[in-house]
């Protein structure tokens, strides 16, 4: 019935101007039968039909999807703890648009009530060290579970569910372990779910770029800097993740989302060193050391970093053996070599003002690239 309307192609006359509407302005959803129809233009102001739940939004990644997902008229769920912490969301999307509400993990109710009205669930809840209230199966595991269930009680049509690349169970790294069980909970509530594994991502406020520049003028090296890491740039993971909002083929599917080249941290300090002109003395440090460094760090009342993740560096990047990459979805990943300046530009030392101005031509003229300085 709801296809038969849209082919018809209906008219609205506005201002003397005829919006017409076709057949792919219509998804009927696979699971639910239930239209998810388009109107409008395609832009924030127009409806993508869809209404969209995205768990972790506050975080790093979240802010990438919400503006990807919102900027093309969908109703965009945002919970969160703090308020302050979604403030930046709210412009992102027309006004109204933006619903936000207050969760906190253990009251069921509240993840309830963030779900009930949505198609799609996105869950990026995640934390890469345990707090007093939280322990990484709290959040990777127990949480992704109760989220995959209610999802399946309200019918939701689409789950997906944001994981790590090198989730394993059998990992030494609790996060990827607990990363590894939050997969397998969440596909036995909801069959159909879309796991995406992102590798280490960098962006504006990454914790990884700025993490190795940060430490100015002494960079400590784990595993002697060998481990192999595929950076991956946070924008290109929200684009992958706001295609498979859309395309059915990615239902049910294993996306490892990763950088175009494979460094090791010794490549990415050195890359790190000649982008921003500092001098990084390097200490190798050896595991157990470095172990009691971050126990005795993870006694300050702000996070620094924690012997999990100690145990994650050394641990190479690998893909799995048929998991879909960003060729599947149609994406070139950004190249970090090409782009690094962009986040390491706040990192350089002033030494580099003594370079000789690169210099370039526009049409016949020579000109300096002052965007390079
Ligand atoms: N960043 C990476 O390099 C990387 C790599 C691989 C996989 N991942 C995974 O990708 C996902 C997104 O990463 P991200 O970098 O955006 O993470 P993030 O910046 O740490 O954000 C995590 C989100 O989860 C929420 N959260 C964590 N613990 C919670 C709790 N106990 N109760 C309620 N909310 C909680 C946070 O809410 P609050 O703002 O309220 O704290 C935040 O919205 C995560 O699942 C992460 O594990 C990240």
């Known amino acids: 019935m709801f296809a038969s309307a849209a082919t018809k192609q209906t008219k609205q006359t506005f201002l003397g101007l005829a919006q017409k509407r076709f057949n792919h302005d219509l998804i009927i959803s696979s699971k639910t039968g239930r239209p998810i129809i388009k109107r409008g233009g395609g832009g924030r102001s127009s409806s993508s039909g869809h209404v969209v739940t995205v768990f972790g939004c506050t975080g790093f990644l979240g802010r990438y999807l919400v503006n990807r997902i919102a900027r093309e008229g969908a109703h965009v769920i945002v919970p969160y703890r703090d308020e302050d912490d979604m403030r930046h969301l709210k412009v992102m999307g027309d006004l109204g648009k933006i619903i936000p509400m207050e969760i906190h993990l253990r009251n069921k109710d509240s993840l309830e009530a963030a779900i009930r009205h949505s198609d799609t669930v996105y869950n990026l809840l995640g934390r890469d060290y345990e707090t007093r209230n939280f322990s990484f199966e709290d959040v990777h595991v127990e949480a992704a579970g109760i989220l995959a269930e209610l999802a399946t009680k309200h019918e939701v049509d689409r789950f997906i569910q944001v994981s790590a690349l090198n989730a394993n169970v059998d990992s030494p790294s609790r996060f990827l372990s607990t990363k590894a069980k ?165 990192f350089r030392s002033n030494l580099y003002t003594d370079d000789p101005l690169p210099k370039g031509v526009v049409g016949k003229k020579k000109v300096y690239h002052t965007q390079y300085l």
Not at 330 to 341: A, F, N
Request: glycine share 8%; charged share 25%; hydrophobic share 40%.
């Open 182 to 346: 939050g997969e397998e909970v969440v596909r036995s509530a909801f069959p159909n779910a879309t796991i995406v594994r992102p590798s280490a991502m960098y962006g504006q406020e990454d914790r990884f770029l700025a993490r190795l520049a940060m430490s100015r003028g002494l960079s400590i090296r784990i595993n002697e800097g060998t481990t192999k890491v595929r950076p991956v740039n946070v924008a290109d993971v929200g684009a992958g993740m706001r295609i498979m909002l859309d395309d059915p083929k990615t239902v049910g599917q294993i996306y490892e989302l990763v950088g175009d080249q494979e460094y090791t941290y010794a490549q990415l300090l050195q890359f790190i060193k000649e982008t921003t002109n500092q001098d990084l003395g390097e200490i190798n440090v050896p595991k157990p050391v470095a172990n009691m460094i971050a126990k005795a760090l993870n006694f300050l009342p702000w996070q620094t970093v924690g012997a999990d993740e100690i145990e994650r560096m050394m641990i190479d990047d690998k893909l799995t053996p048929g998991a879909k990459t960003f060729e599947d979805l149609g994406i070139e990943p950004t190249s970090l070599e090409l782009t690094g300046i962009q986040y390491l530009r706040r």
